[in-house]
């Protein structure tokens, strides 16, 4: 079958079928609008606080939702709304004659009592065994109560459903939601809110499960219906428990001849009386008895029935057929595949491959390979081996096993094969929308499941083509079991690149739902898994969803690993320690260390800013987003380039002996004038890089701060500061502009007067002795100035000690 080119004998559509079976068993296209051209099916939706985009390509994007994409609040859906959506939840209508509907016998009271406790805003739980006749219950008082709430009736389906995944479903069909999966918070607010009678059928769970649904829905009446065998709710759920049990003999009697369409001769009640005593009465097995009374009258009706092969069977007209033994009534449903079409026994092996999931009637034509083959239902309908299941039909109770004792089952690996390979190549078609996989969403886990280890590679491509359907829909449930039984499939395959897509979709879900160690693990895995196939657009992409998670937990990766697993680099003294790359810093990043005070000359400032260049700025959010190991060795080159140029800068203004001049402090600049006011050291007091500092430590224990002893004026040089703080006067007589205690920017006049106060050279490798100054050995000596050349001015060995 050409997906793109529909042929017209398809589906029972001419190719010389008849016209009137045409009309009379109408047929669901499986691919509408094959002809024209498709887009790709990529769903952007809004999950809690996150924009998701689904794509069945390259795997799902997230980030944080814009404030511009955000949904408003949900509204109600009107009357109209709810009663659409219930039609659309209502199983399909089998092709054909419309079939009677089953009567409803000796459950009337029964009905007004539940009617009765949910008017007055009770909770029920109807307990009864399968195939007592429930769901036919269920619909009666559902039909009773649709003016009770102001939302009205809710039917849901508890089949294979969570609590959360129930919860989501009540607030979807009271609240207009499109695309938008509400988070917790919000769910629980919506459904806080509703005021409806839920039906909900299959219940699966009970205990803590079933205290949260009620305890989340206070203004809800719920009519919940489960077997025996599921757990009883907690003493605390204050529900009110009615049990339903099989039929008297005399309503027994009558659904059986209501099911055979005739009265019952005497011999046929006194089988039918030994099967209500085997069967307790429950009404399936009377309703099976019907069908083979029925199978039981064709000979007599249609002498042709027996036909095989263009020869008449040779049994004569007035013979009739033995009454079906008591075991046989029982368990019937071999002897009732027998007497079906081979396009019903070939559905019923294709359920049974599927674990008892019938598929929907429009696929039964491509499965089979009969155009027909939708018809089936109708047969399995009547003979009542299946029974409605929310949307879709199932097997009844019993039925799977007794045909697996009759060699249904015995190629069932051979049909789940070929339902998969269907599945797989119509859910990946792009005109199928996501809310057709979902409704199809029981059978096709039920086919994966069945070749996670049997046959991986169908299993990986099946999954890999529902799951994002099933995202797209919003049905979260079955994404995550198709996401954990491909991932299955990967590794049994040996399929790494499918298994790291898994891991990655299975951490955006798990981010999601807010379990953020889950998507940490899955997300990490998925990543290395890229990693090691050099899947540099996949990696990416799992790295920005872990950047999410890591936002999300409020702080960076355990054991200082970064997102690729590298470790992160020890922080050097002049700079900051570097987040993790590729992850924001949940905090803000420390400040690089203050650099050292700048001094009154501008050529300094050439020393001071080269600390800040080394450290550079704090890298924002979007560079620390690209963390790998390139950008880390680029940053390191940068930054080492830049403490190159300034020891280049530095050297080059210190090296300077062509104009010393310029390096030189001016005699009519006052160093006090400039210092007054900001609280820096005077003119008259050395800065604490200088050769020609005080000596020893004060209390502190450091040199070069403010409580180191100073000399007295009495043994001060000249030129010193003294005890007092005031500045010595020159032997002139004439004040000086240059600094006391560092050497004269001029040759002295005198060189030989006061070798002792004034040193008409700088200092080489001499330190002043003071015998409380601790020598020091990491400063470079100064430059020994030549014959002819004035002193170093005090610029310059500053620059010198600074460089």
Not at 20 to 34: E, F, G, I, K, V
Not at 272 to 290: I, K
Not at 649 to 677: F, I, K, N, W, Y
Not at 692 to 705: A, C, H, M, S, Y
């Amino acid at each position: 079958m050409d997906p793109m080119n529909r042929e017209p004998e398809e589906y029972g559509h001419g190719g010389g079928g008849d016209e009137h079976d045409d009309a009379a068993h109408p047929r669901d296209p499986l691919t509408p609008d094959l002809g024209q051209p498709a887009l790709a099916r990529t769903v952007r939706l809004v999950s809690g606080d996150f924009l998701l985009t689904v794509n069945p390509v390259d795997g799902s994007e997230i980030e944080p939702c814009p404030p511009g994409e955000r949904p408003r609040r949900p509204t109600r859906r009107t009357a109209a709304d709810r009663e659409e959506l219930r039609r659309a939840a209502l199983p399909p209508v089998p092709p054909g004659p419309a079939l009677p509907a089953p009567p409803l016998l000796e459950r009337e009271e029964e009905r007004e009592r539940l009617v009765r406790l949910l008017s007055h805003g009770r909770s029920v739980r109807l307990t009864g065994p399968a195939g007592s006749g429930r769901t036919a219950l269920l619909g009666a008082v559902a039909d009773a109560c649709a003016d009770l709430a102001p939302d009205g009736v809710v039917r849901l389906s508890g089949h294979r459903r969570t609590v959360t995944e129930l919860l989501h479903d009540l607030c979807a069909t009271v609240y207009d939601t499109p695309l938008h999966r509400p988070d917790r918070a919000l769910l629980l607010d919506l459904v806080r809110d509703i005021g409806a009678v839920v039906v909900l059928d299959d219940l699966e769970f009970g205990g803590t499960a079933l205290d949260e649904l009620l305890d989340a829905t206070p203004e809800c009446a719920f009519l919940l219906a489960a077997t025996p065998d599921v757990a009883a709710p907690s003493a605390d759920s204050h529900l009110e428990e009615v049990f339903l049990g099989g039929l008297g003999r005399g309503s027994s009697l009558e659904l059986l001849e209501r099911a055979a369409g005739r009265v019952l001769a005497d011999e046929e009640a006194h089988w039918a009386g030994d099967l209500w005593f085997a069967s307790e009465g429950l009404p399936l097995h009377f309703a099976q008895a019907g069908a083979l009374l029925r199978r039981r009258d064709q000979p007599r009706a249609d002498p042709h029935a027996g036909e095989e092969d263009g020869r008449a069977a040779e049994t004569p007209e007035d013979a009739e057929a033995p009454l079906p033994s008591l075991a046989e009534g029982a368990a019937p449903a071999a002897l009732l595949a027998a007497r079906l079409s081979p396009s019903a026994r070939a559905t019923l092996r294709f359920a049974v491959a599927l674990g008892g999931e019938l598929p929907h009637q429009a696929h039964l034509p491509a499965l089979v390979g009969d155009t027909h083959a939708d018809a089936a239902l109708a047969e399995l309908v009547g003979c009542a081996l299946v029974t409605p299941v929310g949307a879709r039909h199932r097997l009844a109770t019993g039925v799977r096993a007794q045909l697996e004792d009759a060699g249904y089952g015995d190629d069932a690996a051979e049909y789940a094969r070929t339902a998969a390979r269907h599945y797989a190549w119509w859910a990946g078609h792009p005109s199928v929308t996501p809310e057709r996989v979902a409704a199809e969403a029981d059978a096709v886990l039920a086919a994966l499941g069945a070749l996670v280890t049997a046959e991986s590679g169908t299993a990986v491509l099946l999954a890999r083509t529902a799951a994002p359907a099933f995202a797209g829909a919003l049905r979260w449930g079955a994404w995550e079991r198709a996401l954990r039984c491909g991932l299955e499939a990967a590794r049994n395959a040996g399929e790494v690149a499918e298994e790291a897509y898994f891991h990655h979709e299975l951490g955006i879900l798990a981010l999601c739902g807010g379990r953020l160690d889950r998507a940490r693990a899955e997300l990490e895995a998925s990543i290395g898994l890229r990693g090691a196939l050099a899947d540099k657009r996949g990696a990416i992409s799992g790295r920005r969803a872990l950047a999410l998670v890591t936002d999300c937990s409020g702080g960076p990766l355990p054991g200082g690993r970064t997102t690729a697993g590298e470790e992160v680099p020890g922080a050097r003294h002049e700079e900051s320690a570097p987040p993790p790359s590729a992850v924001p810093a949940p905090f803000a990043l420390p400040a690089p260390p203050a650099p050292p005070p700048a001094s009154a000359e501008p050529d300094t400032l050439v020393a001071s800013t080269a600390s800040p260049a080394v450290a550079g700025p704090a890298p924002g959010r979007r560079s620390l987003l690209r963390g790998t190991r390139r950008n880390l060795v680029a940053a390191g080159a940068g930054a080492l380039l830049a403490a190159v140029l300034g020891t280049v800068v530095t050297l080059g203004a210190t090296s300077d002996d062509d104009h010393p001049e310029d390096h030189r402090v001016r005699t009519e600049q006052s160093a006090r004038e400039d210092h007054d006011d900001d609280g820096g050291p005077t003119a008259d007091e050395p800065w604490q890089g200088s050769p020609t500092r005080p000596g020893g430590p004060g209390e502190d224990g450091v040199v070069g701060t403010a409580d180191d002893p100073k000399p007295s004026a009495s043994g001060a040089p000249s030129g010193r500061p003294s005890a007092s703080g005031e500045p010595s006067e020159e032997p002139s007589g004439k004040p000086s502009g240059t600094p006391t205690g560092k050497p004269s920017d001029k040759p002295t006049d005198k060189p030989t007067e006061k070798p002792t106060d004034k040193p008409t050279d700088p200092p080489t490798t001499a330190r002043p002795t003071d015998p409380t100054d601790p020598p020091t050995t990491d400063e470079p000596p100064p430059a020994t100035p030549s014959s002819d050349s004035p002193p170093a001015s005090t610029g310059t060995s500053k620059q010198a000690s600074a460089s």
